[in-house]
């Protein structure tokens, strides 16, 4: 079976990768949110980018993990 997964998401999704540098991960406010308890990780807010397909500028984080001692 084939799939495709279409929609709003998935399209903001593929303009973050499209603008992501190597090895970077930039995630949206509502990835943001579910990610800001996470130990581990380091969200590091960027100038909101106007993504294709947005009225509105997109609030983006780049995620990192934190240093380990």
């Known amino acids: 079976m084939d799939f495709t997964a279409i929609g709003d998401t998935v399209n903001t999704a593929a303009r973050l990768c499209d603008a992501a540098g190597p090895g970077e991960v930039l995630v949206t406010e509502a990835v943001r949110r579910e990610l800001e308890n996470a130990p581990d990780l380091v969200l590091q807010a960027l100038e909101p980018m106007q993504l294709k397909g ?4 997109v609030a983006v984080y780049r995620v990192t993990t934190r240093a380990t001692a």
């Open 54 to 57: 947005k009225t509105e500028a």
